[in-house]
């Protein structure tokens, strides 16, 4: 697979990356240990070496499978996890008081079975600690070596500007898709003028966008998309018509629809490094295909075209969560 640079920060990663998020969090019952392992390994071989995962993700749990999983190319791959939730649970709301980035950054080194993260993500922005503090934190655990790179997740232009100053940030992962478009207001502008590099989150729309949702499926309760508006019974029958969309521009490129998807993320930026996550080796190696797929100016335009007459419907997040997000 083809490599990226996140940003200025001379960090190079695979193009897409790999959200583990799914294997033991927010979509369903937590995939079997051994299972994901084996998966985690799959993406390796397939020329995957951008692992994301967060203390939040069980909690725990999901760090120590990755850990365990990369031990044995742990050199050859970039880690990235998050810290910013109380006892690392996002329920209980955002914690980024510097002891807490210092005990998450201590307990993530032990379940990552590792002696660095390479890219420590504050997971959401604390309206109680300045963000000043929290970059000066970061910036002091890259001094003792702990830390390699310093990110924000679902931070805004002011927040990521005051962050910048102290110490520079690598990279913004936010979510960004065909159905969720926001940041190419604001956020992308900002990040290219500061050289900071994108990782867009649910580059699939949470799964939308791969066909295998309609207004027929039904999510478990612990399964996060079952509060999300965006994906009620009613929002997920008018927003067939985008599924349906990517569908025949699919089938003119003899690809899938996820990997139209991804191949039009990756054609946005060279500096944007979407980290689609499955539960599953077949749609793996569909995701890992979309590098593969050549999308041209006429097709990029195409799809533009198509698309924009398309309205989707529905908050991406649950009035709750939607609170979270620093705008």
């Known amino acids: 697979m083809q490599k990226r640079t996140l940003g ?9 990356g790999y959200g583990a998020i ?6 369903g019952p937590a995939t079997e240990t051994q299972e994901a392992i084996a998966l985690i390994r799959s993406a390796y071989e397939r020329g995957v070496t951008f692992f994301d995962t967060a203390e939040a993700y069980g909690p725990h749990t999901n760090e120590e499978v990755v850990g365990e999983a990369l031990a044995p190319f742990r050199d050859e791959v970039v880690i990235a996890t998050k810290f910013g939730f109380k006892d690392g649970d996002p329920q209980a709301g955002p914690d980024s008081r510097p002891q807490r ?3 998450v950054a201590e307990e993530s080194l032990r379940r990552l079975k590792t002696d660095r993260i390479d890219l420590f993500y504050q997971h959401r922005v604390d309206p109680d600690v300045p963000i000043e503090d929290v970059a000066g934190t970061v910036e002091e655990l890259i001094r003792e070596g702990k830390v390699e790179h310093f990110g924000l997740s679902e931070a805004g232009v002011r927040t990521i500007r005051r962050a ?11 979510e960004y898709s065909l159905w969720w478009r926001e940041p190419e207001e604001q956020i992308l502008p900002t990040l290219e003028e500061l050289g900071i590099g994108f990782v867009p989150f649910s580059p699939l729309g949470k799964g939308f966008l791969t066909g295998a949702i309609d207004e027929n499926t039904e999510f478990g309760s612990d399964d996060f998309r079952s509060t999300v508006p965006r994906f009620s019974e009613e929002n997920r029958r008018a927003n067939q018509s985008l599924v349906e969309v990517l569908g025949r521009i699919a089938d003119q490129k003899r690809v899938t629809r996820a990997q139209i998807a991804l191949a039009w993320l990756l054609a946005q930026k060279p500096w944007s490094v979407p980290i689609p996550g499955t539960t599953k080796l077949h749609r793996l190696e ?11 100016p006429d097709d ?8 924009s007459g398309v309205e989707v419907r529905g908050d991406r997040y649950s009035p709750q969560m939607q609170q979270r997000v620093d705008r």
Do not use: K, M
Not at 300 to 307: N, S
């Open 101 to 103: 980035i210092r005990r």
């Open 8 to 16: 200025n920060s001379g960090l190079e990663v695979s193009a897409l």
């Open 164 to 174: 910048h100053a102290v110490q520079p940030v690598t990279a913004l992962q936010s």
């Open 300 to 307: 990029l335009r195409d799809i533009e075209a198509t698309v």
């Open 22 to 27: 799914g294997l033991s969090f927010a979509y």
């Open 286 to 296: 569909e995701n890992v295909g979309a590098a593969d797929v050549e999308l041209t």
